[in-house]
C-alpha cells in the first residue's frame, strides 16, 4: 500500500511552517495512516459521495443535504402531502420531531409574459402555511429529520 506523492508532499510541506494542513485520502487505509502521521484535515470525497447518494436513495423527500457536524444536518426537503394546507403552528414539527424549520423554497406564482425566478426564499413564520411545490429547509437531528419525511 503506498500513498501518492501528493500526500506525502503536503505531509512534508508541514516542516516549512504551513498552518493548515489538508489531505485527500482514497481508501480506509490511507485515511488511517494520514490519521496518525497527525494530518488534522483528511478529506474522503469518494465516501461522502456515497454517504450522500445512499442518503437520497433512501429518502427521496430530501432535495439537498448539509452536514453541521456527524449528528446535525440542514436538509432541504420537500413538503409531505400530509402537511399541505397546514400552518407550521398546527404541524408543530419542533415539539413532534424536535426539527426547526429555517426557511421555505416556494414556486413564484405565474405572471404573464413575466419571467420569475425558480422560487422564492421565505423566513416561516408560526402562521405561514405549507403548499404544494414547498420544500422545508430544515435544522436537525438525521433520526428526527427521516422521521419527519417518513
Do not use: H
Not at 422564492?120 to 437531528?141: F, H, K, M, S
Amino acid at each position: 500500500m503506498t500513498l501518492r506523492p501528493r500526500c506525502w508532499w503536503r505531509w512534508s510541506s508541514c516542516s516549512w511552517g504551513l498552518k493548515n494542513l489538508i489531505a485527500r485520502a482514497e481508501s480506509e487505509t490511507q485515511k488511517r495512516i494520514l490519521q496518525r502521521l497527525g494530518v488534522p484535515e483528511i478529506l474522503a470525497p469518494e465516501e461522502e459521495v456515497a454517504k450522500y447518494v445512499a442518503r437520497r436513495l433512501l429518502n427521496p423527500e430530501i432535495v439537498d443535504l448539509f452536514r453541521l457536524s456527524d449528528d446535525y444536518s440542514i436538509v432541504e426537503v420537500r413538503a409531505p402531502e400530509r402537511f399541505w394546507g397546514k400552518s407550521l403552528a398546527e404541524l408543530r414539527l419542533r415539539e413532534r420531531f424536535q426539527c426547526n424549520v429555517i426557511a421555505i423554497k416556494r414556486p413564484p406564482p405565474q405572471a404573464e409574459g413575466q419571467e420569475a425566478p425558480p422560487y422564492r426564499l421565505l423566513v416561516p413564520l408560526p402562521q405561514t402555511r405549507l403548499a404544494e411545490g414547498d420544500t422545508l429547509i430544515v435544522l436537525g437531528l438525521a433520526k428526527d429529520i427521516e422521521r419527519l419525511t417518513a
